[in-house]
């Protein structure tokens, strides 16, 4: 063991005489580890509050589609849909989009007659326990911080009809998925067919519950049978939407880092294809002095390993840093698209084994090998032909 810690305290004082060059390659070495473990752990923060998302979701919702777009559905098709084996709870839901020109958000609007108090903060001694009354609403807690929004004030909603309904905020949501509340507002479901102008009969879709998953495909069939107009849309499926959503996005950012890839292959490259004359040299004298070539790769060993474990400590935590203070930036607008319409919400991303051994597989190893070819050329060589030339 004192032999390996020698070797290693003379690796670290190798750096050290050459503090410029071992600087240029920490600091090129820790943004592209930066920017991959960025990548990596954005994209994971995105799925995780997707899974949230949907965790309570239906397991069908049932559309209607008229030239190819989204159409209300009438009510009544749901008392047929609970006519179906192996149906649960049928519920017809109201909900829509609202653009509000004081914040540039685009708003969901969704039609309740009661919300969980666990996922809401309350005014308790105005709140009636049994559920939403008229002119009450309860809202994302990323939009009340943008209009300033607490309990007991007023949010003014423009009607269909051009006239503005102002219900007073009862509660301010604190659910654990920023991503389905954020930008939320719930009214009760009189209140809301009056601000979009839905009549009492439609409704905006249906949710269906199933007792078995087993079956979710078959009854989502069935529906299909007796309303060829409708669509029905599986979790599964949308979940497999937004995996495959969050892929593409990922890719298309990746491609674009492919030039810092391209320039740490380029390092990675030189430094392994050939060693400096003073590198040489130093392996010579190691050599002449009674150095094995062993411990020669060993040295060697533990510089590219310093090297690369600073670098990735220092690239994951630039990586935290732009993500939690930056709410990850530079990938934000690609990554959510169109959620740059609302609120910011904070993302948790969470380090993980995976995304280690990747930004490890794709940056580490190389460079580590990297180290080691050239250095085992020169080791196997005599030192008296390593000083001559």
Not at 84 to 91: D, N, P
Not at 187 to 209: K, M, N, Q, W
Not at 344 to 365: G, K, N, R, W, Y
């Amino acid at each position: 063991m004192n032999r390996h810690f020698r070797v290693f305290d003379f690796a670290i004082a190798t750096l050290r005489r050459n503090p410029m060059k071992t600087l240029v390659v920490v600091v090129v070495y820790s943004l592209l580890v930066a920017v991959l473990a960025s990548l990596l752990l954005y994209l994971q923060a995105c799925r995780r509050e997707a899974r949230h998302l949907l965790a309570g979701s239906p397991e069908i919702v049932v559309q209607r589609v008229r030239g190819g777009r989204h159409e209300l559905i009438p009510v009544e098709r749901a008392d047929v849909i609970r006519e179906i084996r192996g149906v649960g709870v049928v519920t017809p839901r109201v909900w829509g989009y609202s653009f509000d020109p004081p914040t540039g958000a685009t708003l969901t609007f969704w039609g309740a007659e009661s919300v969980p108090r666990s996922s809401v903060e309350f005014a308790v001694e105005e709140w009636d326990h049994q559920g939403l009354q008229t002119g009450w609403c309860v809202v994302g807690s990323g939009f009340a911080d943008l209009r300033f929004l607490g309990i007991g004030d007023r949010f003014p909603i423009r009607r269909a009809d051009g006239t503005l309904f102002a219900p007073r905020v009862a509660g301010v949501f604190t659910t654990t998925s920023a991503l389905l509340s954020n930008d939320l507002v719930v009214l009760p479901t009189e209140d809301l067919r009056v601000i979009f102008g839905i009549d009492d009969d439609l409704c905006t879709d249906i949710a269906v519950e199933v007792h078995n998953p087993n079956e979710v495909a078959n009854v989502a069939r069935k529906i299909l049978d007796i309303w060829p107009d409708s669509r029905s849309i599986t979790r599964s499926q949308i979940l497999q939407t937004y995996d495959a959503l969050f892929d593409w996005r990922g890719g298309l950012w990746a491609s674009i880092l492919l030039t810092c890839v391209a320039a740490f292959a380029i390092l990675v490259w030189d430094k392994g294809t050939s060693l400096s004359d003073e590198e040489i040299r130093t392996v010579g004298l190691l050599k002449a002095i009674g150095w094995k070539s062993r411990e020669v790769m060993e040295l060697k060993l533990f510089e590219g390993a310093v090297v690369s474990m600073v670098s990735l400590v220092s690239g994951i935590i630039l990586a935290e840093v732009h993500l939690l203070w930056y709410d990850g930036y530079l990938f934000a607008r690609v990554i959510k698209g169109w959620s740059v319409m609302f609120p910011s919400f904070p993302l948790h991303p969470e380090l993980d084994a995976t995304t280690l051994l990747i930004c490890v597989a794709l940056t580490v190893v190389p460079y580590t090998a990297a180290s080691l070819i050239p250095s085992w050329r020169a080791a196997v060589m005599d030192p008296d032909t390593v000083l001559r030339s």
